[in-house]
């Protein structure tokens, strides 16, 4: 899908989206990812998983394939006849394969896996592949680094499926690039891009603005700018242009140098919109300057310029930072007043508002309310709730919201699983910390390698090595790299204990990642040399 606006990968809220496409309709939201405030405000995103109606199978159904998919034993087991005894070939439908991709990446899984799963979906002659679906392969073959294996799969699309080529698939794969690897290679990667992939399309203005926001979203303001004076001869820039520029300058926190750029544009003909304005409000609330937020919200308005519902929102999280409870609250009711309706990112600012005020009752209470209006909970909230218990050393509060959330069958976001295991081990609460590890796994997520290394080390450190040792075992069964810590801490108490036979069953299936998997910084088989089998 397009969008009108600048679109940032891996940030924001909970939006709802009506998609259809033939008979295809999806009834319910994208459970999108936060980042910075502005996220709220700019664009849609990648969504985490999508909650679809469909006659033809359940959301049952997308979580038990991909728990298949996770479970497989990689790369011991191949996928593919797992996938033939699983997916007979008349449950495989473009919207059932788009919900399946997207869980994967909700689920950090393997990016190998879900390519595998992708391509043996392509070879299914009834299988009408999407670009989401095509997107979404990409996202997690590029989060991974298979740099490789994301061209390969896009050169290989351009030749079958030249239609799912999108600027989306473009943002992706620059954005990764750009943030991973050098400007040279960026821009090398952009030109390989209308020489080798889109062949036949000429790069214009949307292209550009694809490249400008790939080194503004990894806050490299400076190469963007130096891409923007070098093309834009070429290119004709336009109102995006400008505002994905503006971004680059108001994520790397320099507001005077925001300002000089936005005045500038101004002195060129530029017509500021919603989201130009959205922006400069945003920077300012988030170094606290919330009087200088309010100032251009009423500039916004004697321009006859409307707010939007993401205006009044990070005008909220700027009272909210400011410690103003009083406007954020005013603000808040100030919403149906103009005839718009709070959703879930509303409803998330005030509850910040109300935690940074140490009102932790009431940002409760409107939690709760929250349920009883049918408004959506989505990771922000859950992570922002559990941030005011932390601050108010709430132990009994953080259990028990941690068994609502389970009893509500959500599972949250890789920030909010690391806070809560590193709770969970810290305060001595290991049977929370296995119990939110397996209900994990049972969803089919891979849990995030940060998790595990809390895990491990709280449980070897209180002699509990074998429950320590399985964990382990089960996170390089789903073809996730094992950390050189938690590796070296096995190490140690295996030895120690004189369990030889699991170091050895460790290290094998360390070699056997070893051989599909490129060797990255930190991890246990980067340092295979030092790994001794006995």
């Known amino acids: 899908m397009v969008t009108k606006q600048v679109q940032w990968p891996e940030n924001g809220r909970l939006a709802a989206i009506l998609i259809s496409?033939?008979?295809?309709?999806?009834?319910?939201?994208?459970?999108?990812?936060?980042?910075?405030?502005?996220?709220?405000?700019?664009?849609?995103?990648?969504?985490?998983?999508?909650?679809?109606?469909?006659?033809?199978?359940?959301?049952?159904?997308?979580?038990?394939?991909?728990?298949?998919?996770?479970?497989?034993?990689?790369?011991?087991?191949?996928?593919?006849?797992?996938?033939?005894?699983?997916?007979?070939?008349?449950?495989?439908?473009?919207?059932?394969?788009?919900?399946?991709?997207?869980?994967?990446?909700?689920?950090?899984?393997?990016?190998?896996k879900a390519m595998e799963f992708f391509k043996f979906c392509l070879q299914q002659s009834h299988f009408i592949p999407s670009s989401f679906s095509f997107e979404m392969t990409l996202h997690i073959l590029t989060r991974m680094r298979y740099f490789e294996k994301a061209w390969e799969l896009m050169m290989e699309i351009g030749r079958t499926h030249p239609s799912l080529l999108t600027l989306k698939a473009m943002s992706i794969m620059l954005s990764k690039i750009a943030k991973f690897q050098s400007y040279e290679d960026t821009l090398e990667a952009f030109d390989s891009m209308e020489k080798k992939v889109f062949v036949g399309k000429t790069f214009g203005t949307e292209e550009f603005n694809v490249l400008l926001r790939a080194f503004c979203t990894q806050r490299e303001v400076k190469e963007a700018r130096s891409v923007f004076q070098k093309?834009?001869?070429r290119f004709n820039p336009n109102t995006k242009t400008m505002n994905i520029l503006l971004l680059g300058f108001k994520g790397s926190g320099d507001v005077t140098a925001m300002e000089l750029f936005y005045h500038e544009v101004i002195r060129r003909g530029f017509k500021p919109t919603a989201l130009t304005y959205n922006i400069r409000i945003d920077a300012y609330c988030k170094k606290g300057y919330f009087g200088d937020g309010l100032r251009i919200f009423e500039e916004m308005e004697r321009t006859n310029c409307l707010p939007t519902l993401e205006t009044i929102t990070t005008l909220i999280h700027g009272a909210g930072i400011a410690r103003n409870l009083v406007k954020a609250r005013q603000l808040f009711d100030e919403i149906c007043k103009r005839n718009l309706q709070p959703d879930t990112?509303?409803?998330?600012?005030?509850?910040?508002?109300?935690?940074?005020?140490?009102?932790?009752?009431?940002?409760?209470?409107?939690?709760?309310?929250?349920?009883?209006?049918?408004?959506?909970?989505?990771?922000?909230?859950?992570?922002?709730?559990?941030?005011?218990?932390?601050?108010?050393?709430?132990?009994?509060?953080?259990?028990?919201?941690?068994?609502?959330?389970?009893?509500?069958?959500?599972?949250?976001?890789?920030?909010?699983?690391?806070?809560?295991?590193?709770?969970?081990?810290?305060?001595?609460?290991?049977?929370?910390?296995?119990?939110?590890?397996?209900?994990?796994?049972?969803?089919?997520?891979?849990?995030?390698?940060?998790?595990?290394?809390?895990?491990?080390?709280?449980?070897?450190?209180?002699?509990?090595?074998q429950e320590a040792f399985e964990c382990s075992k089960q996170y390089l069964e789903r073809g996730m790299r094992l950390s050189e810590v938690v590796y070296r801490i096995?190490?140690?108490?295996?030895?120690?204990?004189?369990n030889k036979d699991k170091l050895r069953e460790l290290n094998e299936m360390i070699k056997k990642l070893q051989s599909v998997l490129a060797p990255s910084k930190g991890h246990a088989f980067?340092?295979?040399?030092?790994?001794?089998?006995e």
């Open 490 to 498: 096995l190490e140690r108490f295996l030895q120690q204990s004189d």
């Open 21 to 112: 496409q033939g008979k295809r309709i999806m009834l319910s939201f994208f459970t999108l990812s936060r980042g910075n405030k502005l996220s709220q405000i700019t664009c849609k995103r990648h969504p985490l998983f999508l909650l679809v109606a469909c006659k033809s199978f359940s959301l049952t159904d997308v979580e038990r394939i991909t728990k298949v998919i996770n479970d497989n034993r990689f790369p011991e087991e191949p996928l593919h006849p797992t996938l033939l005894k699983h997916l007979p070939p008349g449950s495989i439908s473009t919207v059932f394969v788009e919900n399946a991709l997207g869980r994967l990446f909700a689920a950090h899984s393997n990016g190998l």
């Open 231 to 233: 093309m834009h001869a």
């Open 345 to 465: 990112g509303a409803y998330n600012a005030l509850i910040s508002a109300l935690i940074k005020c140490g009102e932790l009752n009431s940002a409760m209470s409107l939690m709760d309310e929250m349920e009883e209006k049918d408004i959506g909970h989505d990771g922000v909230t859950y992570h922002t709730i559990f941030l005011g218990l932390l601050k108010k050393n709430d132990t009994d509060g953080i259990c028990q919201l941690y068994h609502r959330m389970i009893d509500r069958k959500f599972v949250p976001k890789t920030h909010t699983v690391v806070m809560l295991m590193k709770f969970f081990c810290v305060n001595s609460r290991l049977d929370l910390g296995l119990h939110f590890w397996q209900y994990l796994l049972e969803k089919g997520y891979c849990p995030h390698g940060h998790a595990l290394d809390l895990l491990v080390t709280g449980l070897c450190s209180r002699g509990r090595l």
């Open 526 to 533: 980067a340092h295979s040399s030092s790994i001794a089998i």
